[in-house]
Each structure stands twice: as C-alpha cells, then as structure tokens.
C-alpha cells in the first residue's frame, strides 16, 4: 500500500494517549499528524479563542495536558487538520464532526464509559440538537464514522441498544484500559485503605452533591483510612476545603496515578468514571452512580494491551479500500487467558509524586 495520511484528533489526556496507542502501529507505513480537539464552527472556534470553553477538552486544563503530551512525545502537529489532504481521521469523541473532515472516512475509538441518558440526551434525540449538548451520553450517534471500535461485547450491545448498527462496530478493547493488572506493580505507599475517585461533574456544569458524596464514602468506610483523589480538573482549592471539612483525617491526592491507587486499595468509590472499570477488572469492591452489575457486563475487553495494534488495524482495511473490516479478532473466551496476561508485564515507571499535600 502507498504511504498515506492520517490526522489523529486528540481531546482529553485520556483520546490522546489513545491515538498515540493506535498511531505507534501504523506510523512506519503512513504520515500520522495530530492535533488537540478543535471546531472549525465559527461560533465555537471563537469561543474556545475567548476562553468560554475551557471547561471543555477544547481548552482550559484539558486542552493544555493534550499539547504537552504531544509535544513530550515529539509527535507531528497538524493543529485543526488544514495543513493536509488526509486519507483517515481517528477520533475518540464524534460530539462534533468537524466541517473539513465530513468527506473523508473517519474511524471512532470509545474513550470510556458514557454520562447517563438524561432529559437533555433524550431532547437532543428528539429535537436533533447538537450532541455536544448532551455530553458523552450521545457518543457514537454521530454515524458518520466508517467503523466505532468499542471496549467490549457488552459494550456493543450497548450501543446497539442506543441506534448504533452492529456493522459499523468492531470490539478491539479500549486503549488504556485493556491490560489493567500490569498496574498491580507500583510504588504507591499505602495499602488496605478506602479510595474515592472524584468528579469534574461541577467544572463540566453537571450537578454534584460534593458533601453527600464525601458522607457517602465515609459511611462505606466505616472508620477504615480514606483516600481522596481528585479529578485532573476540579478545582482543587475548594475539593480540598470540602473533604477537611467533613473528612479531616483522609489523605487527598491531586497528582499521580488513579490506577495505581486503585491496584493498592480495599474498596473503590466513584461517581461517573471509566476508572472503575479498573477497580471491577482488579476484583475490588467498588461503588459507583452507576448500577455495578450493570457495569461488570460492560468491562473493557482485556486483551494483554493491544488494543491500539487492532485498531490499527481496523485503520488499515479502511485505508486499502475494503468495504468490511474483519471480525477474526473479536474477544473469544479462552481458559487461563487472564492469567496469562499477568505473565511478562511491563513494570510502569515509577513517578515519585505522592505528595498528598
């Protein structure tokens, strides 16, 4: 096949990384370029310019983790894709399709769990007001993808349920979320205590109880030690001043690795995150806004990490023309898998950033 171009849009740390993982297998026979998430919208573009966005991955924190990212990695920049003619755009959000890449064939990568069905997302449907309103509960409606590549079977059926025609989907595991045991090796200090893993629900305009949630920790941990660790973009200043007032004794942690705190605790508490699916996958006990069961039939494929190698695949059937992308490496049960996982992994870096204060 002739070297071609493919533009890899990322948004929040968590799409970033993702795209990295895909484009790390296609890079050696095609240009890969990426860009931080944009809108080529005029109304939008401008106020994303003015700052009014910044609560979104189009600016503010989110937007700034992505560029460092990228340029931490020396990856090639493309910013809103104008500099190309591109064969392929990658994508972990289609809440926006943006104008100049509606012609070219796109490829959609579930980046995590999606917000719950609301009275907005059911308005969204049902007057066909822009997605984004509705946040991530409307992921995937867009259709206008070639092929949606889903954490799980669960997953796919899911979506089916949502609209979404099971020919547009492939199950490939979830990039960042298909080999969570590797995080069982990690320098974090503690152990054998209780972890709430918080949420931007308030940054991102949604409603959030804070001071119900922090009751509702303490009263699961019973008097057993509390970690707190904060969402990337709360506003750290008032978390703080919540969790001392009600919990003065729990630990909180604004930096550092969520899974690995979540590898060293007891039980898990969230409110609307993908990181439980960390916690379900590790066997913990785990609580979340979410019904649990429901959950652990949704849980990301784990597929010893190769996640972002059959998306990359997926990409290369769509760029050599094929009218089907191949199902051959769809999840098939196989005894002892999970265990064989666990044999050869990677030891994580260590960070050294446990510095609760």
Known sequence: ??????????????????????AKHLQ?????????????????HRAAQKGWLDFTVMGGAGRRQTE?????????????GRQHAYDLVVTGSDLIIQRNIRQKPIILIQEGMTDPENVLYH?????KLPRYLASTSTNGLSLAYRYFCVASEGYKQFFIRKGIPADRMVVTGMPNY?????????????????????????????????KRFIRHVLAIANGRSVIFKLHPNEKEA??????????P????????????????????VTQYSTVVYTGIVLGKEVHSYFDVAALRALAPWQNGGTSGQRIAQVCRGVLAG??????????????????KQREGWPIPPISKQWSSS
């Open 322 to 339: 094929e009218t089907a992308v191949s199902h051959e490496n769809d999840p098939v049960p196989r005894p002892g898998n999970a265990e």
């Open 178 to 210: 298909d080999d969570v045991r590797q995080v069982l090796r990690n320098d974090f200090p503690h152990r054998g205590y209780v972890l709430a893993a918080t949420s931007d629900a308030r940054e991102t305009f949604k409603f959030d109880n804070r």
């Open 28 to 44: 050696a026979e095609h240009d890969c370029y990426f860009t931080p998430y944009y809108s080529d919208h005029p109304l939008l």
């Open 123 to 127: 308005l969204v449907r049902r007057l």
């Open 249 to 268: 004794e729990a630990l909180v942690f604004a930096k550092g690795s969520v899974d690995h705190m979540i590898a060293n605790c007891d039980v898990l």
């Open 68 to 80: 460092a990212y990228l340029a931490g990695h020396n990856l090639p920049l493309d910013y809103g």
């Open 1 to 22: 096949m002739m070297r071609k171009k493919v533009l890899f849009i990322g948004g929040s740390l968590n799409q970033t990384k993702m795209a990295h993982a895909v």
């Open 238 to 247: 008032r978390a703080r001043r919540e969790i001392d007032e009600l919990a």
